[in-house]
C-alpha cells in the first residue's frame, strides 16, 4: 500500500461498512416483504384464488413483457398505465359506485358532498383495514368482491382482442390480443389485484401501506407519510454537507502543486507490438457499432409508438413486432453494447499490463468470447420474440424467454450464458494482469484497484441469479438493482475511473501517483454513495422506513462526486494539448469531456431530481425516469464505451486518421439529439405528468384520458426531432469505426516500426 495506505484503508472500511448496511436491511426486504395470502376469500368462505394464482399471474405477466408493457409499483415502462395504481383506482371507484347505489340508489356522482364523504370514509376504513388473518387468509367484503370482479373484467377485455376495448390497446401501445389465453388472464388478474392490495392496506401496527402509502391516491388517504418528508429533507441535508465536504477537500487536501510529467515524444502505446488476442478485437468494435445502430433505430421505432400506439406511420406491424418487444430490444440492446466496448477496452488493455505479451491461448480466448456473446444475443432476442408473441410454451417463457423484469428481461439461460461469457472475460484478464501484479518492484496500487473492478465486474453480475420466476417482487426487486444499479452504475463506474487513470498514466500524461491518488479517492466516494444508495429504488417496492432511510441518505451522496466532474473534463480537455500526438486522440478524448458533462447534468441534476422519498413518491413511472436514463445510460455509460470504442481503434489502426467531418457530425449529433430528446419530449412531458399525479393521483397522470391530450401528443411528436439528430449521429459514428476498421480513409505518416515489428 505504501504512501497510499490510507486512501486504501478508507476503501476497505466503505466497503465494509456499506455492504454490511446493504446485507442487512435486504434481510429486512426478505421479513418485511408484503405478504401474498395463502386464500382470498368471500364472506360466505368461498375460495376466489390463492397464492398459488397470483405467482401464476405474476408469470403471465412476465410472458406479456412484464414492466415493458406498463408497471408495476411503478417500475417498468410508461406508455401504457402503471397497473398497481390503475387497478386500485379502478377498484376504488367501482366500490363507490356499488355502494352509492346500494345504500342510495343512485350513482355517485350524483349524490351530495355529505353522501359522498361518508362513502369515502368507508371506503377508506375497508382498503386500509388489514384483513389477513393468523392464518393467512384474506377475507373481503361482498362489495369488494364485485368491484374486483368489474375490474377484472376490464382487465380480461383490454389483454385479449374485444373490440370495445381497441382504442384503448392503441393508445397503451399493446397489440391486439396480448394475452390470448384467458386461463392466464385470469391469473393476471389476480397478480394485479394483489399489488394494489398491497399498496392500499396497512402494515399491522403502522399508519403506512405495505408500499409506503405510494401511489398517491386521494380517495383512501395514501398520501405521502411523515418519514418519507423526514428523511427527504434529511437527503437534501446530507447532499449539501457532502458538497461542502468535497470542496472543502478539493481545496485544501489536494496537492495542486504537483507538475504533470513531461510527455513523450511519441505515443507510448504505439512502442508496443500489437498481439494477436489484440489484433482480434476489431469485431468487437464492429459488434459495438452495429448493437448501437440497431438499439437507436430500433428506438426510435419504439417512440414512434407512443404516438400511434398500434402502427408506423399508418402501417399495422404491433403485430409483428409490438411495443413491449421493441422497448426490450432496445433496452437489451444498448447494455450489450456499452458492456462489449468495456469488455474490449479491458482485453486491450491486459496485454499491454502483462508486458506488451499475450498469456498462452489468450486469443482463442478472446474469440470464443466474441461468438458466445453472439449467440447470447441472438438467442435472448429470439426468446423475447417467441414469448411476446406467446408462441413459447408458459412454462418455457422464464427460462428462454422473457424474464419480465426491466434490464434482465432475456431468459435465465441467457443469463447464465451472459454471466459465463462475464466470468470468461474475467478470467482473460486476469491471464494479463496477475503476472503483472506478482512481478517485484514497481507502484502496483493503481493495477491491484483496476483487477478488484475486474473482479467486482465478473462476479457481481451473478447477483441477477439469486431470484427466480416465482420470488416475491419485493425480493427481485432487491436482487434486481444489485445489477442494475451496482453493478452498473457501481463498479463499472469505478472500473472506467482506472482505466482511463490507468491509460493517461501509461501515456505518461498524468503521473502514476497522482492518477492512483484520485482513482481510490474516487472509488471511495462512488461507493460510499453507490452502495447502499442502491435503496433508493426501492422506496415504494413493499420495503420499511429504515430502507428508504438508508436509501434516501446514502444516495444523496451519490451526487456528491459529480459536483467536481466540470473540472475533471477540463483537466482531461487541456490533456490533448500535452503533446503534438495527442492530437490522434482528440476524438476519444471529447467521448470522455461528454461522459463528464452528462455524469453532472443527466447522472447528477436529473438523477437528485427524481432521488428524494418525496419527490419520487409523485414521479415515479413518470416521464421524468426516462430523463435521468437516457442522460445517464447513454450520456455516461455509452459515451464511455464509444470513447473506449475510437481509443481501442486508434491502436489497431495506428496509421488511420478519423475524419473531421464525420466525427463533428458524430459527436455534436449525438450530444444536440439527446438534448433536443430531453428538452423538448420527455422533460416537458415529465413536467407535466407531475402536476397531474400530485393534484389527482398517478393513475390520473399514466391514464388514458391524460396522456391522449394534444399537447402532450404533439410533445411526444417533437421528439421526432431530437431523434432525427440523434440517429444522424450515430451513423456517422458507426461509420467512422468501419471504415477504421477496414483502412478507408487517409492515413497519418507512417510512423516509426514498433519494437518487434518490420516496416509493412
Request: charged residues 15%.
Amino acid at each position: 500500500m505504501g504512501s497510499y495506505k490510507k486512501l486504501w484503508f478508507t476503501l476497505i472500511g466503505v466497503l465494509i461498512v456499506t455492504f454490511s448496511l446493504l446485507g442487512y436491511y435486504g434481510t429486512e426486504v426478505y421479513r418485511q416483504a408484503p405478504p401474498i395470502p395463502a386464500q382470498v376469500t368471500a364472506p360466505d368462505g368461498k375460495v376466489l384464488f390463492d397464492r398459488e394464482g397470483i405467482l401464476d399471474g405474476q408469470t403471465a405477466w412476465q410472458s406479456v413483457g412484464g414492466m415493458q408493457l406498463g408497471s408495476i409499483w411503478g417500475h417498468g415502462a410508461y406508455q401504457a398505465p402503471d397497473w398497481t395504481a390503475d387497478w386500485l383506482h379502478r377498484e376504488l371507484t367501482a366500490w363507490l359506485e356499488l355502494a352509492a347505489q346500494q345504500l342510495h340508489g343512485k350513482a355517485y356522482a350524483a349524490l351530495d358532498g355529505p353522501a359522498q364523504a361518508a362513502l369515502r370514509e368507508q371506503l377508506k376504513a375497508e382498503y386500509r383495514g388489514n384483513r389477513v388473518d393468523q392464518a393467512e387468509v384474506l377475507k373481503l367484503s361482498e362489495r369488494r368482491v364485485q368491484a374486483i370482479a368489474q375490474t377484472a373484467g376490464y382487465y380480461d377485455k383490454l389483454f385479449s382482442d374485444a373490440p370495445s376495448l381497441q382504442k384503448s390497446r392503441e393508445h397503451f401501445a399493446m397489440k391486439e390480443n396480448t394475452l390470448p389465453s384467458a386461463e392466464r388472464r385470469r391469473q393476471m388478474t389476480q397478480f394485479f389485484f394483489w399489488t394494489a392490495w398491497a399498496a392500499a392496506t396497512e402494515r399491522p401496527g403502522q399508519k403506512v401501506t405495505y408500499t409506503n402509502n405510494w401511489p398517491h391516491e386521494p380517495l383512501i388517504g395514501n398520501r405521502p407519510s411523515s418519514e418519507n418528508i423526514v428523511w427527504s429533507i434529511a437527503s437534501i441535508v446530507v447532499l449539501l454537507a457532502g458538497v461542502g465536504f468535497l470542496v472543502w477537500a478539493w481545496a485544501f487536501l489536494r496537492n495542486h502543486d504537483e507538475p504533470l510529467p513531461a510527455p513523450a515524444a511519441r505515443d507510448p502505446l504505439t512502442t508496443f507490438a500489437l498481439t494477436p488476442s489484440q489484433r482480434s478485437l476489431g469485431k468487437y468494435l464492429f459488434l459495438v457499432v452495429a448493437l448501437f445502430i440497431f438499439q437507436v433505430f430500433v428506438g426510435g421505432f419504439t417512440a414512434h409508438y407512443t404516438v400511434e400506439g398500434q402502427q408506423f406511420y399508418g402501417i399495422d406491424v404491433s403485430r409483428w413486432f409490438p411495443y413491449s418487444l421493441t422497448r426490450t430490444w432496445h433496452i437489451q440492446a444498448a447494455l450489450f453494447w456499452i458492456a462489449t466496448g468495456f469488455l474490449a477496452a479491458g482485453l486491450f488493455l491486459a496485454p499491454l499490463i502483462n508486458g506488451g505479451k499475450d498469456p498462452k491461448f489468450q486469443k482463442a480466448g478472446v474469440d470464443v468470447l466474441f461468438w458466445a456473446l453472439v449467440v447470447v444475443v441472438v438467442g435472448s432476442f429470439t426468446g423475447n420474440y417467441l414469448a411476446i408473441a406467446q408462441v413459447m410454451p408458459p412454462e418455457w417463457n422464464f427460462w428462454l424467454g422473457h424474464q419480465g423484469y426491466e434490464y434482465v428481461d432475456l431468459g435465465r439461460l441467457w443469463q447464465i450464458g451472459k454471466f459465463t461469457g462475464i466470468l470468461l472475460w474475467l478470467v482473460l484478464m486476469l491471464r494479463g494482469v496477475v503476472p503483472a501484479l506478482l512481478k517485484k518492484g514497481g507502484d502496483k496500487n493503481l493495477l491491484a484497484l483496476l483487477t478488484a473492478s475486474v473482479g467486482a465486474i465478473g462476479l457481481f453480475y451473478g447477483a441477477g441469479l439469486f431470484y427466480g420466476e416465482r420470488t416475491h417482487l419485493s425480493v427481485m426487486e432487491y436482487w434486481r438493482w444489485w445489477v442494475v444499479h451496482l453493478w452498473v452504475e457501481g463498479f463499472f463506474e469505478v472500473f472506467a475511473t482506472t482505466a482511463l487513470a490507468f491509460i493517461f498514466s501509461t501515456l505518461g500524461l498524468v503521473s502514476l501517483r497522482m492518477a492512483t491518488a484520485a482513482s481510490l479517492a474516487s472509488a471511495s466516494l462512488f461507493m460510499l454513495g453507490g452502495i447502499p444508495g442502491t435503496f433508493h429504488h426501492m422506496y415504494f417496492a413493499g420495503t420499511t422506513t429504515p430502507v428508504m432511510a438508508v436509501g434516501a441518505s446514502f444516495s444523496a451522496l451519490e451526487v456528491v462526486p459529480l459536483i467536481v466532474l466540470g473540472h475533471e473534463a477540463w483537466e482531461n480537455w487541456r490533456l490533448k494539448a500535452r503533446a503534438a500526438w495527442m492530437e490522434n486522440l482528440k476524438w476519444p478524448m471529447m467521448c470522455f469531456v461528454a461522459v463528464a458533462f452528462w455524469n453532472m447534468l443527466g447522472a447528477g441534476v436529473f438523477g437528485f431530481m427524481i432521488n428524494p422519498p418525496m419527490s419520487l413518491y409523485y414521479i415515479q413511472g413518470l416521464n421524468t425516469t426516462p430523463v435521468h436514463a437516457h442522460a445517464a445510460l447513454f450520456g455516461v455509460y455509452g459515451f464511455l464505451a464509444l470513447g473506449f470504442t475510437l481509443l481501442v481503434l486508434r491502436y489497431l489502426r495506428p496509421d488511420y486518421r478519423f475524419s473531421a467531418p464525420l466525427m463533428k457530425t458524430a459527436f455534436w449529433g449525438l450530444n444536440a439529439g439527446l438534448v433536443l430528446m430531453i428538452f423538448t419530449s420527455l422533460l416537458p412531458i415529465g413536467i407535466i405528468q407531475f402536476h397531474a399525479s400530485v393534484s389527482e393521483g398517478l393513475w390520473y397522470a399514466r391514464s388514458e384520458e391524460f396522456m391522449q391530450q394534444p399537447l402532450l401528443q404533439n410533445l411526444r411528436w417533437a421528439r421526432t426531432f431530437g431523434d432525427v439528430v440523434f440517429i444522424v449521429g450515430a451513423l456517422a459514428m458507426a461509420l467512422q469505426v468501419v471504415l477504421g476498421l477496414l483502412n478507408k480513409a487517409p492515413r497519418l505518416p507512417q510512423p516509426e516500426p514498433r519494437l518487434g515489428e518490420a516496416r509493412a
